[in-house]
Each structure stands twice: as C-alpha cells, then as structure tokens.
C-alpha cells in the first residue's frame, strides 16, 4: 500500500488531499480484509472487495455508513491498488475489476 501511494504522489502527482482520502480508505480497506484472515493483496478475492463496500455502507462502531458517493471513491482506490499490485507482479489477478459500488 505504502509503494502504491508514493507512486501515486511521485509518478501521477496527485494532490495531498487526494492521497490524505486514499490512504485513509486503503487503511481501511487493509483493516477490513485483515478481520477477514486476508494477509497479503494475492489473497483478496472479488467477495471480499464486496464485503468491504457493504462495510462502507453500513458502517461500524468506529465508522458511520458513507454516502454512494464516498464508497464509489473508496473502490476508485481499490481498484487503483489492485491494478497496481497485478502491473508490479505482486497479485495473480485483479478481484476488485469487475466490483460495482
């Protein structure tokens, strides 16, 4: 996650606020797959992309539900990560393709 955000600062120049959002929603997203046993991006799989969208539209004790529009750019994000982990090798697959916020 840390080498997807400096390549997003450093090779697409994103602004700081952008990558402030993303982080926290990668952040997130990484707490989410580790409740569900996932240790590393390779075992992510499309349901647990779906799992973590409904958590964002729920909501939990430490997190009110978002809005469509705050989950849709979340899941920019994660597709962002996953593109980036299968572009450098370090995924089989992109889980978070074909996910519909």
Do not use: C
Request: charged share 30%; hydrophobic share 40%; glycine share 10%.
């Amino acid at each position: 996650m840390r080498t997807y955000l400096g390549h997003l600062a450093v090779e697409r120049g994103l602004a700081a606020n952008t990558l402030s959002s993303y982080r926290r929603d990668l952040r997130r997203y990484a707490q989410v797959q580790g409740e569900r046993g996932r240790a590393g991006i390779d075992e992510i799989a499309e349901d647990d992309v779906r799992a973590f969208l409904v958590s964002l539209r729920e909501g939990d004790d430490d997190h009110p539900p978002l809005s469509a529009g705050s989950a849709a750019r979340a899941l920019v994000a994660v597709r962002g990560l996953h593109r980036f982990a299968l572009r450098e090798g370090l995924a089989p697959g992109d889980p978070a393709h074909e996910v519909k916020p």
